[in-house]
Antibody, heavy 119, light 112 residues
Framework: QVQLRESGPGLLRPSQTLSLTCTVS??????????WTWIRQHPGKGLEWIGY???????HYNPSLKSRATISVDESRNQFSLKLRSVTAADTAVYYC???????????WGQGTTVTVSS | QSVLTQPPSVSGTPGQRVTISCSGS????????VYWYQQLPGSAPKFFIY???QRPSGVPDRFSGSKSGTSASLAISGLRSEDEAVYYC?????????????FGGGTKLTVL
């Protein structure tokens, strides 16, 4: 059974770059048809889709975050990653990695990791 | 401000039937599948309905999804205490500014 687990620093200063990794276990990240996704949830608020990547490297981003976000994949480690540049307090959220089908909301979610941006 | 509009809260008594609405537009619900998620406190969302009206294995048939035009609904019959959670709707949005997934703001279901 495929499982996803996020990892990365929990505390950042404003203007730093957020870097998170999602480790996929129980299945290959190169399995065709699946898109590896990042979503975030601001404290006490709703969900925001950040973007996704196919194992070939093709990416698709939320227009509101496209200028700051980069999603990449590492087949050898069965991982995919998120980098978000120039963070502010507004980027404080629980970040989830997930697995999706093409042009679809996610189906399988990781447990989430909390990222706080504070000076 | 979420792209999809849900009521902030709904409530019902055990055994009752409740519905949660999700309103969108022609670029999202009107032309794409709707997904529903259940989120328990401190946990990640878990998908309960996919492709508008399909239930994954393990989700009770008390849960059902439907869509009409640019609105969708999640119906829960035979309400149980363990159904108390926040429910989110989601859909792909073919926006002119760039297609992406959009979510509703979430509906807190309280079982009285």
């Amino acid at each position: 059974q495929v499982q996803l687990r996020e990892s990365g620093p929990g505390l950042l200063r404003p203007s730093q770059t957020l870097s998170l990794t999602c480790t996929v276990s129980g299945g290959a990240i190169t399995t065709g048809g699946y898109y590896w996704t990042w979503i975030r949830q601001h404290p006490g608020k709703g969900l925001e889709w950040i973007g996704y990547i196919y194992y070939t490297g093709n990416t698709h981003y939320n227009p509101s975050l496209k200028s700051r976000a980069t999603i990449s994949v590492d087949e050898s480690r069965n991982q995919f990653s998120l980098k978000l540049r120039s963070v502010t307090a507004a980027d404080t959220a629980v970040y989830y990695c997930a697995r999706s089908l093409s042009s679809s909301p996610p189906l399988l979610w990781g447990q989430g990791t909390t990222v706080t941006v504070s000076s | 401000q979420s792209v999809l509009t849900q009521p902030p809260s709904v409530s019902g008594t055990p055994g009752q039937r409740v519905t949660i609405s999700c309103s969108g537009s022609s670029s999202n619900i009107g032309s794409n599948y709707v997904y529903w998620y259940q989120q328990l406190p401190g946990s990640a969302p878990k998908f309960f309905i996919y492709r508008t009206n399909q239930r994954p294995s393990g989700v009770p048939d008390r849960f059902s999804g439907s869509k009409s035009g640019t609105s969708a609904s999640l119906a829960i019959s035979g309400l149980r205490s363990e159904d108390e959670a926040v429910y989110y709707c989601a859909a792909w949005d073919d926006s002119l500014s760039g297609s992406h997934v959009v979510f509703g703001g979430g509906t807190k279901l309280t079982v009285l």
